[in-house]
């Protein structure tokens, strides 16, 4: 089959629809895939996708809503060996210095003042920076809150308006 890639430098439309049924055994690709290249140095900003919901004035939801949403079903038998993950964020290097502001993500919150600091007041007594829901707590799961770690042995670093922190981990109980 020939390659069904079209390039096109200007691309408005009021939505983008696409369903592929794959049906080739052993097959690797990307059914949808969005490239973008460039050997200029861009401005402020530049994303090679972007997903942003628009709640305009009165838009909301019942339930959950979101900007991007990525899912993974698993077969109802054993999928057999390999990694199975909904998110895969990569960094690649190449021979060049490397950046002093890398990160693997970045999450910013902004609005009106007041209402992010509501949020945050909701958030720390409902919410947090990410959820997890279906883990059970169980002695050396995924989710253990039978015991805290009893000292750090590494941990990871992260950024909070600026400020540098550190996660504990530990290899034992």
């Known amino acids: 089959m020939a390659d069904r890639a079209h390039y096109v430098e200007q691309f408005n439309c009021q ?6 049924e794959e ?6 690709g990307r059914p949808f895939s969005f490239i973008c290249k460039t050997n200029v140095k861009t401005g402020d900003y530049f994303n090679c996708s972007k ?23 698993m077969p109802s038998t054993n999928p057999g060996a390999g990694m199975y993950v ?10 060049a210095a490397v950046p002093n502001t890398t990160y693997f993500a970045v999450y910013n919150v902004s609005g009106t ?17 990410f ?15 039978t015991s805290g770690p009893s000292a750090a042995d590494a941990a990871l670093a992260i950024v909070v308006n600026g400020t540098k922190y550190w996660i504990s981990l530990s290899s034992t109980k």
């Open 51 to 73: 997903s942003y919901m628009d709640l305009d004035v009165s838009g909301g939801v019942a339930g959950l809503l979101s900007a991007h949403n990525m899912e993974l079903k």
């Open 23 to 28: 049906k080739e055994v052993a097959k690797l």
């Open 15 to 20: 939505r983008i629809s696409g369903i592929n």
């Open 86 to 95: 909904c998110a895969e964020h990569e960094l690649v290097f190449q021979d």
């Open 113 to 129: 003042q007041a209402r992010i600091d509501a949020w945050e007041d909701v958030a720390n007594v409902l919410g947090g920076v």
């Open 131 to 145: 959820r997890f829901e279906g883990l059970t707590s169980g002695d050396g799961s995924i989710f253990d809150a």
